[in-house]
């Protein structure tokens, strides 16, 4: 693996941790400001709304485990990358154990020196 590649993967796993700690506060830095992000529920465009969408995912699935795997970078440069991968998660909806999965596609943006994320897009 590449030293990028490392970086990358390294940023990944960071971000899979700041989610799986259910603390918006972990998860926001992660996040260029004027990113957007689709999941199923629909489309979110900045950081309110980010916040927003991934805050009421910790309120409705309790205790949830959250999992990246087959991670393949499509994309890498020294300031923008892509990368898709398989998503998988469990947890506790309305006191029943439930889980789910599907596929992510990710761009990463190095701004002032740090990687962060533009855009994510869940898919189930």
Known sequence: MSDLAAELTAFMTRYEQATNSHDIDRVVPLIVPDA????????????????????RTFAAIQHEV?????????????????????????????????SGGGRGTNVIVRRDG?????HEHLST
């Open 36 to 55: 957007v992000y689709w999941f199923s529920d629909g489309s979110h465009r900045g950081l309110g709304e980010i916040g927003g969408a991934i805050e």
């Open 66 to 98: 959250y999992e990246i795997r087959d991670l393949e970078w499509i994309v890498m440069t020294a300031d923008h990358a892509v990368c898709r991968y398989r998503f998988s998660w469990t947890g506790l909806v309305d006191g029943r154990p439930r």
């Open 114 to 118: 740090t990687w962060k994320m533009q």
